[in-house]
């Protein structure tokens, strides 16, 4: 089955700290996605990745870096960490003519 | 610009009532179009997708959709709903079917007993 796992699920920053969220796929997509979920707000496109290697902005991108190693890690980077970064941040994989497979989510939260 | 829009943040019906959630897309052209659903603290699991064909498209536990595309709607349906449908449900649509999903805002569905 279809797996994406993302790492830590729970995790409590610093203003002004860096944090790392890691999402790691076993579905051999070439699609990844991070999104963040807030109130109001629904899903919004980070980064996403067409393959290792690639990078591009999604809706809100400024504040945010991502990495993409390898086909089955994706990570995204958060260099100064504010409060208003505090959200729910999913990870999500998928390949041409395949469904979107998501994480279960990482709840952040910048103090 | 693409956007996907649902315009119930919250809705509540009685166990065995019909459901309708609404959504509505604006795309240039005919997007492929999905209905998430995310229980409590999980992540999305996908009900539907439609990308052709037959309008109405059956999903997991009983959920169907209808595309109309002069209305631009991919609206949700259930016969009788269940407490266990108590759940958030997002629509989405992608212009390839694989890339750049937008999602709508959400609709919180309570089903009281």
């Known amino acids: 089955e279809a797996a994406v796992t993302q790492s830590p699920r729970n995790k409590v920053a610093v203003t002004g700290g860096k944090v790392t969220l890691s999402c790691n796929q076993t579905?051999?997509?070439?699609?990844m996605y991070w999104y963040r979920q807030d109130t109001g707000h629904g899903l919004r496109l980070i980064h996403y990745?067409?393959?290792?290697?690639?990078?591009e902005k999604g809706d809100i991108p400024d504040g945010y870096k991502a990495s993409r190693p390898s086909q089955e890690n994706f990570s995204l980077i958060l260099e100064l960490a504010t409060p208003s970064q505090t959200s729910v941040y999913f990870c999500?994989?998928?390949?041409?003519?395949?469904?979107?497979?998501f994480g279960k989510g990482t709840r952040l939260t910048v103090v | 610009a693409q956007s996907v829009t649902q315009p119930d943040a919250r809705v509540t019906v009685s166990e065995g009532a019909s459901l309708q959630l609404r959504c509505k897309y604006s795309?240039?052209?005919?997007?492929?179009l999905f209905w998430y659903v995310q229980y409590q603290r999980q992540g999305l699991q996908l009900l539907l997708k439609y990308y052709s064909g037959d309008p109405v498209v059956q999903g997991v536990n009983g959920f169907e959709a209808e595309f109309s595309k002069s209305d631009s709607s991919f609206h949700l349906r259930k016969a009788s709903v269940h407490w266990s449908d108590s759940a958030v449900y997002f629509c989405?649509?992608?212009?390839?079917?694989?890339?750049?999903?937008?999602f709508g805002k959400g609709t919180s569905l309570t089903v009281i007993p």
């Open positions: 990745s067409y393959g290792a290697g690639s990078t």
């Open positions: 989405a649509a992608s212009i390839t079917g694989y890339q750049n999903f937008y």
């Open positions: 999500a994989s998928g390949g041409i003519n395949t469904e979107v497979f």
């Open positions: 579905n051999n997509h070439n699609n």
């Open positions: 795309y240039s052209g005919t997007p492929y």
